[in-house]
Every structure is written in C-alpha cells, then in structure tokens.
C-alpha cells in the first residue's frame, strides 16, 4: 500500500499547483500513461450514448485514453483533448495508435479554468479525474474548483449539452492501492469538506522522464501529486454552485414554471471505484 | 494537431477581449496533408456547429479554395467529400493563430496549439 500524506497549502496556490500538479505530470509523462489505458466503464457508456456528429471536450484529458472512443463506432463523434501538460499531450495525440497505424488526436495546450472556445460551442464536456488537482487556500478551494465546473456547464450547448465529471472519493475500495490515513478522513468538523493530501508516484526502475533515464544505482524519484479527495456529497454541492454561479435552475426542464428558464439536470450520480461522478444535461424551457 | 475543425471552436480568451475574438487568423504556418476516414454522417450532423464563413477563410489562409463562400442548403456527396478534407485532412503543425481584436497570439507547434495565457491576461 502507498501511504497518502495529508497537506496544507501555504504557499501561493498557483505556485503550489505548478509545483505539485503540473511540474509532476511533466516528469512522470512517460511512465504515467504506460499505467493508464482502460477507460473507466460509466464514461465508455457516455461517449458511446452520444448521438454521431457531436463534437466534445475533454478538460484535463491526460494520456487522451478517452479521445479514442467510443470503441463500437470510432470516429463517430469528436473529442478534443485539454491539458496543461505538453508532455502528456504529446502522448494523447496519438492516443489509440496502433504500431504501423498512426492516428492523430485533436489536442490544445491550456488550463481547464480557460476559456479559449466559443461560448456553448460543443456538444459536451468530460472532465475525468482533474478537478481534485486544483489548488488553492481552503477558504477559497471551492471557489476555484466551481469555476472550473462552471467552465464546463458554459462550454457547452444551452439546449442539449451534456457534462461528466469524475473525481477521487475519499471513500477508497478494496483494490485501490493506496491506503488513507484514518486520523487524515476524520478530522474536520465538517464531513463535505474533503481532504488535502499528496499522493506519492513511484517511477519505476528503468522508466524514462523528461530529463532522462535512470540508472539502478540511482535512488528511484518519487513525486509528490497534489489531490483533494473528495467527501461524500462535495461534488453535488459543487455542481450546484457551479450552476447557480452561471444563472442555472437545478433540476429538471419540467419543474421550471415559465418558458425560457435555462437549467441544468442532474442524470446520475454515485461512487465507481474510488471516484465519486456526476452527469449533468442543460435545458431551457 | 490543429485542424480546421478545431480552429472553428477556438476563440481568443484574453481578459476584456470579447468582441471579434474569434476567428483567430492563422500566420506563418505550415500545414501538412494527412488522409482520414469519411464519414458522411458525422460531417453532416456536425455542420450546424461551424461558422461557415470562418471556415472558408481559414481554408483560404491555409491554401485550400475548395468551399463555396456561402453555406449551400443542400449538401451533396461531392461537398461533403471537400468538407471531409478541409476539417480532417488539413493539420496546421506549426505556426500561429493571432487575435484580430486584441492582437494576442496563440502558438503552435509540433501539432499543439499554446491557448495558456500569462497571468495578468486572464479574465
């Protein structure tokens, strides 16, 4: 088992994001993706469920194991990979390649609180495992990840856009392999705010990083990732932030009682191996 | 890499910039030929999404002329085939797209657009 240390950000959160967040998926590139291919069962069904024609963005889409779906009918819709690390980039533009078979990913080098598109332009939105990376001062770490989420609700469609957001619970299953410290889950008074903690990457013996390889008789480097796991209920109550901010009703088009109302739906929502998700649909009446 | 397709969804993000932020216009750039699969079907359903005069001028900075200036109504086979090429056989691999509005640019290179912006630029 990894032991998972608990931290407290003190230093300026965009130092402490670009040290502990970006700076870490730029070295560990190569290895990270090596570990990270099977797309996770509830997104497969997601992209596989949109209609042909639909374009998308994935924000924070790492390696781009997701760009490639859905598996029955590539090619079928598009989705174009956001992260704010060129090396794992330079992996997702090729992401689904197959020796001799080159295939070429849409990918854009950028932050996931940007906004260079078009306002409601794409059809949807997936946001796997990048929002518990956002960093900031606990007063306002809400702030920053609503916007991100708000992001999200405003990349896409007023009429028919559909978000999926995926984020790591605290609540770990059996096969996960990492173990929480029990003081570290229980300590806050308030059980929806989560937990700060560094999740320590290993690189393999052998593995290649940005700077080189390493050799045996070399200590094996260990980086440090900054999460927030998430309590159970955060991402909910973050989603509706997130939509009230953006001038969002929450629930469905039918609840809304005069025409013209803009919302958005919660569709489902629960816990799949370690990460809590939530799929959300815009609507106006 | 950055295909006209992409290009029609980008806009600039610069703080205050958005009025005639989008299309941005490509500059110095060179472009390279890749052939992909057809699918009628998803150009189709996918076109109501694009501006289309941003397209043509995008495929005239990149040097294709096949597109008429104006959307027709009608989509035959012959034009999905020319849309096929200029939204998913075009890659822009180096070069730069520049804001007309507020002059920022946008990277790009091996493929990746650079859409970061520093600081004291964002909104």
Redesign the interface.
């Known amino acids: 088992m990894k032991p998972v240390k608990s931290v407290t950000i003190i230093d300026d959160p965009?130092v402490h994001e670009d040290q502990h967040v970006h700076a870490v998926y730029d070295q560990i590139a190569s290895h990270f993706s090596s570990t990270r291919y099977k797309p996770w069962p509830i997104i497969a069904k997601f992209l596989s469920d949109l209609?042909?024609?639909?374009?998308g963005l994935d924000s924070g889409t790492g390696n781009g194991k997701y760009l490639p779906l859905p598996a029955d009918r590539p090619?079928?819709?598009?989705t174009?990979g956001?992260d704010?690390s060129?090396n794992l980039?330079?992996i997702a533009?090729h992401a689904g390649s197959e020796p001799g078979c080159p295939v070429?990913?849409?990918?854009?080098?950028?932050?996931v609180?940007?906004?260079?598109?078009?306002s409601g332009?794409?059809?949807y939105t997936i946001s796997i495992a990048t929002i518990h990376h956002l960093a900031s001062h606990d007063r306002r770490k809400l702030a920053v990840q609503v916007r991100a989420t708000s992001r999200l609700l405003q990349a896409v469609s007023p009429v028919h856009g559909r978000v999926m957001i995926y984020v790591w619970a605290i609540e770990q299953d059996e096969l996960s392999k990492r173990s929480i410290p029990a003081s570290d889950t229980n300590g806050s008074d308030n059980p929806m705010t989560g937990e700060d903690v560094f999740v320590p990457w290993v690189m393999s013996q052998g593995q290649h990083t940005a700077k080189g390889k390493f050799k045996n008789d070399v200590e094996t480097p260990v980086y440090n990732r900054y999460y927030h796991m998430f309590a159970k209920g955060e991402l909910e109550q973050l989603t509706v932030q997130a939509a009230d901010e953006f001038g969002l009703m929450v629930g469905s088009r039918e609840s809304a009682n005069t025409k013209g109302c803009r919302g958005v739906e919660i569709i489902q929502e629960g816990w799949e191996r370690s990460n809590y998700y939530v799929e959300l649909r815009r609507w106006v009446s | 890499m950055v295909r006209l397709i992409t290009h029609n969804l980008l806009a600039c993000h610069v703080k205050g910039c958005t009025t005639n932020n989008f299309p941005l216009v490509f500059q110095d750039v060179q472009v390279e030929l890749q052939e992909a699969e057809f699918n009628p079907d998803f150009i189709r359903n996918m076109l109501s999404r694009l501006e289309w005069t941003a397209l043509v001028s995008a495929a005239k900075q990149v040097g294709d002329t096949s597109l008429p200036p104006e959307q027709p109504d009608m989509m035959d086979d012959e034009l999905l085939q020319k849309l096929h090429h200029v939204l998913m056989e075009i890659h822009v691999t180096d070069g730069a797209m520049v804001c007309q509005n507020c002059n920022h640019i946008y990277p790009i290179s091996n493929g990746i657009p650079n859409m970061l912006l520093a600081e004291h630029e964002i909104g």
């Open positions: 965009q209609p042909t024609g639909w374009i090619g079928s819709i598009l174009i956001l704010r060129r980039l330079q533009q070429t990913r849409e990918v854009v080098w950028g932050d609180l940007g906004d260079g598109w078009r332009v794409f059809d």
